[in-house]
């Protein structure tokens, strides 16, 4: 494992001075990379926002609207497990395209489902497509930047993700009323169109193609995220910092809308104009966390955003006045999904060339999860309370990211990649 060389005192390796600077291939990557998270970010926000007009056409009742969101992530997390895979054994650029094409053509078709059953179907196997993608797209993009831009370049890659959420946000009240639930299906396939042409132009990562010529890189890549002590330890780390992202991102987005709309009575679009504040606060976050860790290194960025989530989830659920929570929900947004930006170097450094992507996607995945209990948690503690206590009782799972943080995760900064 990459950590052994921290974790035995010795100096890691460091990419040589020839490597400091990105090619173009890089940022053919970057960008392809980028704009299939997007295409993530897009399709999961806008979902959420058409299910009304969905049961309102097909009929649907409360638990088969929210089958469909289910369905939608077990399928994320399935494919996850095996893209990543399939990715460390067959290449990148190769299984990147498999996935982008999956999850084109099932979304497109979800544009012309007449009823539960086969939307349901179009939903799931357009989540296979779409948790497929997102490990390699980061494992991509890790392995063709240098080591000392390598934070920036994960953090840039996350962006794709809230700049799709972003446009779902702004763009959702303003076209649904016009083109339909079926018409932003439709509208939900450009990204992996884009995504798919970039990725033409682009070829595999010499780190991944001088590791695929090794007969000892073709062992099992599930197995090697566990290939010792340290990695093992790692690993329950990483878990645990990927579960906290996701319980708090699903657990405060899914439910902002409500709880502006109760403590300030705000409507549809005022709400999602709010909630797109705390998206920039997001992306703001993103990219700095990215510069920072490229150079004061992982650990200590990621413990001090997790510091702020814990101050500013505490400090937004005093507030009650509508200035004060919309420029207090954008520097809570900073801190809470800032970290996104940090966890493709993080687990890009932590394992081999032939357990990367695995490690990208069956890793986030379960801490996506576990984050899917996030929004079922913060809702029954806001029956039970209150939204506001709810949202600060989010504060104790920061704490823990931060334990984890300290005693579990590996500082890696500058390794090269093996």
């Avoid at 062992?219 to 340290?230: G, H, I, P, S, T």
């Avoid at 700095?288 to 650990?299: E, P, V, W």
């Avoid at 806001?382 to 590996?410: C, K, N």
Wanted: contains cysteine; aromatic residues 10%.
């Amino acid at each position: 494992m990459q950590a052994d060389a921290k974790a035995s005192g010795r100096r890691a390796p460091i990419v040589p001075d020839t490597t400091l600077t990105a090619d173009k291939n890089a940022w053919k990557a970057l960008i392809a990379s980028a704009t299939g998270y997007a295409m993530d970010g897009f399709d999961l926000l806008i979902l959420g926002f058409m299910l009304p007009a969905i049961a309102l056409e097909l009929h649907l009742s409360t638990q088969q609207s929210g089958a469909l969101v289910t369905w939608t992530l077990i399928g994320a997390v399935a494919g996850g497990i095996v893209f990543g895979s399939l990715s460390d054994r067959y290449g990148r650029i190769r299984v990147l395209t498999w996935t982008i094409v999956l999850f084109a053509v099932f979304t497109g078709l979800c544009a012309f489902a007449t009823g539960f059953w086969d939307l349901l179907a179009y939903r799931t196997i357009a989540g296979i497509g779409l948790g497929g993608e997102f490990g390699i797209g980061m494992a991509l993009a890790a392995e063709a930047w240098p080591a000392k831009y390598r934070a920036r370049a994960s953090s840039y890659v996350a962006l794709g993700w809230q700049a799709g959420v972003l446009a779902a946000s702004l763009l959702t009240p303003l076209l649904l009323p016009h083109i339909g639930w079926r018409g932003m299906f439709l509208l939900g396939v450009a990204p992996a169109i884009i995504a798919w042409m970039v990725r033409n132009s682009l070829h595999e990562p010499e780190v991944f193609v001088r590791s695929s010529m090794k007969p000892e890189n073709k062992a099992n890549a599930f197995k090697l995220l566990v290939a010792d002590a340290n990695t093992t330890r790692a690993s329950i780390g990483i878990v645990i910092l990927c579960s906290v992202q996701n319980f708090g991102y699903y657990g405060i987005m899914i439910w902002l809308p409500t709880y502006l709309g109760k403590t300030l009575g705000f409507g549809l679009t005022k709400s999602a104009l709010w909630t797109s504040v705390t998206i920039v606060g997001m992306m703001i976050g993103v990219f700095i966390f990215g510069q920072l860790a490229d150079r004061i290194g992982r650990k200590p960025t990621f413990l001090l955003f997790q510091a702020g989530s814990v101050v500013m989830v505490i400090f937004y659920s005093t507030l009650s006045t509508p200035g004060a929570m919309l420029w207090a929900g954008a520097v809570m947004g900073l801190f809470i999904n800032g970290m996104i930006g940090g966890y493709g170097a993080l687990i890009s450094e932590a394992y081999p060339t032939a357990a990367r992507a695995t490690a990208q996607n069956v890793l986030f995945n379960i801490g996506r999860a576990v984050g899917g209990l996030g929004p079922i948690i913060v809702g029954g503690l806001a029956a039970s309370y209150s939204l506001q206590v709810a949202i600060a009782s989010l504060a104790g799972i920061y704490v823990l990211d931060m334990l984890a943080t300290l005693f579990l995760i590996p500082e890696l900064k500058g390794v090269e990649l093996e």
